[in-house]
Every structure is written in structure tokens, then in C-alpha cells.
């Protein structure tokens, strides 16, 4: 009896503490929600205020209406899903040859993907920058893309993923006459969806609140997306609290029911791709 109320209060405590570090974690979220909806200047108070005295959509209007927000908002869609497709359509088809297609120097050519996981992207932001202005692709779309089109650990964990898949289920294709394109679109892509909803989500996630490489890229505001719009808008209204976490509401919420979406998928993909091979 005793060990049962001792396993019963270790429960307990630890259902106590999970509870007080998730209302921790959302706290600073649940605030930002509460400045956007204040007026002008009410959050500047000392101490500031945890409600508004009266909820206005004021900010939201002003960002939509003077500022022109829902077009950077359009922007950062169109660039995040384009950037999510390219990802998918080149990390899928990459990671599964890495796993289930031989070729000569397959082995090397992963290894040496791998060690380049070390090095910080800023390194090769200039280089990148120079030959995309050779190409003519300097503020436009096309610039923002084509870093965003592969990313080695995309690679790396499809390959994880698609080692799982057993030898023998692409074997008996192949002996039923199944060409490579129908196995890997009729049976590898199915296999993979848990991986596939993930890794899009990564995808669009990293391209969505990318800041550095849009500003580096884009120089026509019309093009900017939204984390560059924002910080743009920023500099111009730095003592807008209110109107800054509106701005930030903004660019989180579709990210945020993206990922309630399709949490299911993501962390089957996680749990399952993160520990094979």
C-alpha cells in the first residue's frame, strides 16, 4: 500500500510540475496576445498591465489597413509553401537513394554531407550571394528559394526514415515489373508520409521566420516578407509595443495551427525516423 501512494504522489509532482513549466512556456505568448488587443501606450505603464482595460482590434487595423501588412503576409505564405514543396520534392528523393539505391560513393558522399552539418551557414552566405548575383537572381523570389531547396538534414532524415522500409517490399516490386519511379511513388511515398508531414513542417517553419537571408536578398519592399516587413516597421515605430506584438501575433499564429495540425504526424516522424538505422 505504501509503495502504491508513493508511486501515486511521484505521479503527482511530476503532473505539478509539467503543468507549471507549460504555463511558464505560454505565458509570454498568452501576454503578447494581451498587448495587441491594449490601446496605444497602455502596455508602456509601470508596472505593465497583464489585460487590457478595454480589448481593441485598433493594432490589427493599423498594421492592415496604414501599413499594408496582409501583402508582406501574402509574401511569406507563397515563399514558405513554394520553399516547402522544393524541400520536399529534393530531400525526399535524396535521402531515399541514400538509403535504398547503390551507387559508387554512395557511403563517401553521405559522410561528407554529414561533416558539412558543421559548418555555419553564415560562412556561406557571401559566396551564395555573389554567384545567385551572377545568376541575375538578386531580389527576387528565385534568390530566397534556391537555399531553402535542400538542407542536409532534410537528407539525413528521410534516410533514417526510409531505412526502415523493408528490402524485401521493394524487391518483390522490382520482380513484378514495377519500375523505380512506381515503386517510390506507390509504395516509398506512402511508407514515408509520417517523415514527409515533418520535414514540412521543418520546411516551412525555417522559411517562414527567416530573417537574415530575405533581408540580404530582397531589396524592393514590395517583396519583403513578413519577419522583414516587421523589422522594417519596427525601426519606424519603436515605442508601438501594442502594434509590435500584433506583428508578431500575426507571424505566429499560422505557424502555430500548422503545427496542432499536424502534430500527430510529426511526432510519429520524429520518434520513429529520429532513432533507425
Do not use: C
Not at 21 to 38: E, I, N, Y
Not at 42 to 69: C, K, V
Not at 127 to 155: C, D, E, H, R
Amino acid at each position: 500500500m505504501s509503495m502504491t501512494r508513493e508511486l501515486a504522489w511521484r505521479r503527482t509532482a511530476v503532473n505539478v510540475l509539467l503543468v507549471l513549466a507549460a504555463l511558464v512556456t505560454l505565458f509570454p505568448l498568452v501576454w503578447m496576445v494581451s498587448v495587441s488587443l491594449m490601446a496605444p501606450g497602455e502596455a508602456s505603464h509601470f508596472p505593465p498591465p497583464l489585460l487590457p482595460a478595454r480589448p481593441t482590434l485598433h493594432n490589427y487595423d493599423e498594421l492592415f489597413g496604414h501599413f499594408g501588412i496582409g501583402g508582406y503576409f501574402v509574401n511569406s505564405l507563397l515563399v514558405s509553401t513554394a520553399a516547402t514543396l522544393l524541400s520536399l520534392g529534393f530531400n525526399v528523393g535524396a535521402g531515399y537513394a541514400f538509403a535504398k539505391l547503390r551507387f559508387r560513393g554512395r557511403e563517401r558522399v553521405f559522410r561528407l554531407l554529414l561533416g558539412a552539418l558543421v559548418i555555419p551557414a553564415q560562412v556561406s552566405m557571401l559566396p551564395l550571394f555573389l554567384i545567385l548575383k551572377q545568376m541575375g537572381l538578386v531580389n527576387t523570389y528565385g534568390g530566397v528559394l534556391i537555399p531553402t531547396a535542400t538542407s542536409i538534414f532534410g537528407i539525413f532524415l528521410v534516410r533514417q526514415y526510409a531505412l526502415t522500409i523493408p528490402d524485401t517490399l521493394l524487391e518483390a516490386a522490382r520482380l513484378d515489373g514495377a519500375s523505380e519511379l512506381r515503386i517510390f511513388r506507390s509504395i516509398v511515398l506512402p511508407l514515408l508520409l509520417p517523415i514527409l508531414v515533418t520535414l514540412a513542417i521543418f520546411s516551412f517553419l525555417g522559411s517562414w521566420n527567416d530573417f537574415m537571408w530575405p533581408l540580404i536578398v530582397l531589396t524592393d519592399k514590395d517583396l519583403y516578407t513578413l519577419p522583414v516587413a516587421l523589422a522594417s516597421l519596427s525601426r519606424e515605430h519603436v515605442q508601438d509595443n501594442e502594434m509590435m506584438m500584433a506583428g508578431s501575433v500575426l507571424t505566429i499564429v499560422p505557424v502555430l495551427l500548422l503545427f496542432l495540425g499536424l502534430q500527430r504526424y510529426y511526432l510519429q516522424g520524429l520518434l520513429l525516423g529520429g532513432v533507425k538505422g
